[in-house]
């Protein structure tokens, strides 16, 4: 009869216990509900950072394909300008010689 006593006791107990705990719960999932609204919070930042990291890459690859175009075309402007000094230079000579041979006449 004791045995059923204690153990009504200890089942008591361990009824109260469990109330107490769950009441010591209620901050706690104050605290888990607060920690995933902040990581909600810094996924939506990691998010929207590595979208302007992207959006950067892609300028800077644009500004890179921008520079190569204007490289280009300086290559392309100091190739025809050698050209036209190259057929000045000629020009000048033919009329250096035109002047040597008058002065000889």
Do not use: H, W
């Amino acid at each position: 009869m004791k045995s059923v006593i204690v153990m009504k006791v200890v089942a008591a107990v361990a009824v109260a216990g469990a109330v107490a705990g769950c009441q010591d719960l209620k901050p706690l999932e104050a605290d888990i509900v607060d920690l995933k609204s902040q990581v909600s919070r810094l996924q939506a930042d990691v998010e929207a950072a590595k979208a302007s990291a992207d959006q950067a890459s892609r300028a800077a690859e644009s500004a890179n394909e921008g520079v190569a175009a204007v490289q280009s075309t300086g290559n392309q402007a100091i190739a025809l300008a050698q050209t036209a000094q190259n057929g000045v230079d000629a020009t000048n000579e033919k009329i250096d010689r035109m002047f040597q041979r008058s002065y000889t006449k």
